[in-house]
């Protein structure tokens, strides 16, 4: 595996109206950025604390993931993402390894970053998702 660190923590929100403030007023962090990913049903919002991002993630359709995911388990920790510098190589490395890819080719996630995930039933339970930057 190619993994360099910790990119980012997403967190299922109902709301990011509600959200942000908590975040801002509370643990005085800024959001930076609101973004759509309409082909992924959900608006996010980052946060930066040290070199890691906190992405918040709120559901635009009831069949969102999101929505499923909290009609489920409630708001919470959603997903931990991994920056890597070879996406494709360390989905081909978690498949010779037995791991269940929900993504088998890269895609296209928020802030521009190429995003796969790796399925929670291989993962000890936590959904994991891998972000590449094709910038870097």
Do not use: W
């Amino acid at each position: 595996m190619n993994l360099t660190h910790i990119e980012h923590l997403g967190i299922a929100v109902k709301s990011l109206e509600t959200a942000i403030p908590y975040y801002e007023t509370v643990l005085g962090l800024k959001c930076y950025s609101v973004e759509e990913v309409v082909d992924q049903k959900v608006k996010t919002a980052f946060f930066m604390i040290g070199d890691t991002k906190i992405e918040l993630l709120e559901a635009t359709s009831e069949e969102s993931p999101i929505a499923k995911f909290i009609e489920k388990k409630g708001e919470g920790v959603h997903h931990i993402a991994f920056a890597t510098k070879d996406l494709v190589s360390d989905l081909a490395e978690c498949a010779e390894n037995g791991v269940q890819l929900i993504d088998k080719a890269p895609r296209k996630g928020a802030e521009g970053l190429n995003i796969a995930f790796l399925h929670p039933k291989s993962t000890m339970g936590v959904l994991t998702e891998l972000c590449e930057n094709p910038n870097k």
